[in-house]
């Protein structure tokens, strides 16, 4: 078979093509069709996905994976190591919010890395971080040794958090790239479950903190080494001049030899970039993007998927999931971590259900109706809050025997269990009424008071009469409604607002700007994940639960109509023609 020359378009040397006729039959099917109307044989070949492209797909997403142990583990590690390091309010909050911090800055640095280095190299230096922070906290003996730890697995989750899903973009087949890069967001979220599961099997084993925490690195290290094995991207590999070890690598990708439509693809889209780089040889890639206004446009729109990714909530659902369900009257804490991993759970199954959408619905469609189903659950949680503030109990009784300041200071059950030192005490009748209730300030352990009926050694802790303390909720008949909607929430989110955002950032980008692009909306993801995660229990106190999240779905609603007006459906097109696509009107047409 003859062979064909072409002059290489990001280098001065010429690079061989392939033989457009030689295609392995193991990786196609073909399948005879006889049109008995025009009496004519159709032969259609139908290409399956080479088994390369599953494997490297996997070992990439265990960033992923480890992205969301790391991040979920902490809704119940925290518990046992604020026991055993005696951690107060900021320090707990702080060894929760320094890993997003981290992951936010390092989430930059991955994208410049990316640029510099390559994909598989910055993945492979997220293993060794990921192993390293779990290795350090595992072993951690102080306070500071926490912090540094989890540190360190900032830094992992934001290489992984801006590395993986332009990896699997770049080495996907279009087809089925949406379903590929919208399968990390499932690692992410199946993360998230094994983490809790593991929270609540450990729970009550001694120094279970420990290996709740250790556990992160045992997949870091098999990523490890199962990527030293794995291929670089091919788009990097043309874009820095390597062509023929950029074909050989297609050619194990999509299992065939003739490669050379994709390959002409992104060599198009390598010369475009050199001449544009002729062009502004004198400004940096920040100029570059701000000023070409079909990529500062999709930088905008990519962005904004971030940005109301993580103002609607999701972290207030994952990271406050046990206190959540402590409402419910849970007050085992090993217990709420086993309910909490069942919310989790709904959130792994359904963004599988995502990932069988994105290709066949659309980007556009999945994340509109996502949306519209996150809104409706936080409006249903807002309600819930509110019809159990409007139905509390009031404190009937004053406890006056032994001075008492939670005693005397609160007239219900609201204002009494916001005060970290008092808990609500109450007998509830066969009529499902709470009577007998007293506000009093709760024992070390949170489960008795120092002083009247719900005290250890009250006489009044009969059989025919069982008091309880609410310590950190108000009994209600309403309670159940913040579960469903929790869960309501976590279905619609997993479905689409999970992984879209991944997803459509992925493809959205030309070559020379998608790293730093990439890192950019990441970084945005990250700063409110950030400030989401650290204002939602103050901004509870500000304006009430009810009023939090209302003013979730406020931003939620305001998203819809962003997005509504101007996502545009990226679905079926090339990375190499999204340039094409963002350079029209801004708004588009239903």
Known sequence: MGGVMAKGLCANDEIPLLDQETEPAEFELETSITN??????????VQRTPPFVILLTLLSTIGGFLFGYDTGVVSGATLPIADKFKLNTFEKELFVSITVGAAAVFAIIGGILNDKIGRKPTTLIASVVFAVGAIVLATANSKA??????????????FASVTVPIYIAETSPSAIRGRLVSLNQAFISGGMFVSLVACGTLCPVAFGWRYMLGLAAVPAIIQLIGFLFMPESPRYLVKKGKDQLAINILRRLRGVTDVNEEYQAIKTACEEEVKANQLTSDRSIVVRVFTDAAVRRALIIGAALQLFQQITGINTIMYYSATIIRMSGVTNNCTAIWYASVTAFFNFIFTFVGIALVDRVGRRKLFLASLAGVVFSLLFMGISFQLEEKTAPDVTQAYTVVPDECATKFSTCGECTKDPDCGFCFTKTDDGEYVNSTCLSASKDLTSSL?????????????????TLAYDYCPSPYAWMTVVGMVIYLIFFAAGM????????????????????????????????????????????????QGAFYLYTSFGVIGFIFFFLVLPETRGRTLEEMEVLFSGSWFVRS
């Not at 040794?145 to 934001?158: N, P």
């Not at 692009?517 to 204002?535: A, E, P, Y």
């Open 451 to 467: 002083y009247g009926a719900c005290s250890v050694n009250s006489s009044t802790q009969s059989i025919s009469t069982t008091y």
């Open 145 to 158: 040794t926490l912090l540094i730890g989890r540190f360190i697995l900032g830094i992992g989750i934001g």
């Open 36 to 45: 008995h109307a025009q009496d004519d044989h159709t032969t259609v070949k």
């Open 498 to 545: 999970g992984p879209m955002p991944w997803t459509i950032n992925s493809e959205i980008y030309p070559l020379w700007a998608r790293s730093f692009c990439n890192s950019i909306t990441t970084f945005v993801n990250w700063t409110f994940n950030l400030l989401i995660s650290m204002t939602f229990l103050s901004l509870s106190e500000a304006i009430t639960e």
